[in-house]
């Protein structure tokens, strides 16, 4: 049986990445320093940062204007090699 095809995106276009980790000033920078690197001049005040339960992680929505596939695998990478973060959709 085959598997269905994923969606085609159309770039450019307005992606949302959402990052969770643990709740450190690192976590937070580490983001934003991927962010600008990638996606410069990303509506920053569009960011929205939630708070675990207990406080111990965040997650971090950031949407950027999406320039092709590469953009966005480089940014997932990026993001990944970060300790405090503990996954990337």
Known sequence: MSQPEAPKIEFPCQYPIKVMGYACVEFRDHVH????RH???FDQTQVLVRESSNGRFQSIT???TATGIGQLETIFADLKVCEHVQMVL
């Open 33 to 36: 320093s991927v962010m600008h």
């Open 39 to 41: 996606a410069p001049g």
């Open 62 to 64: 950031v949407t950027i």
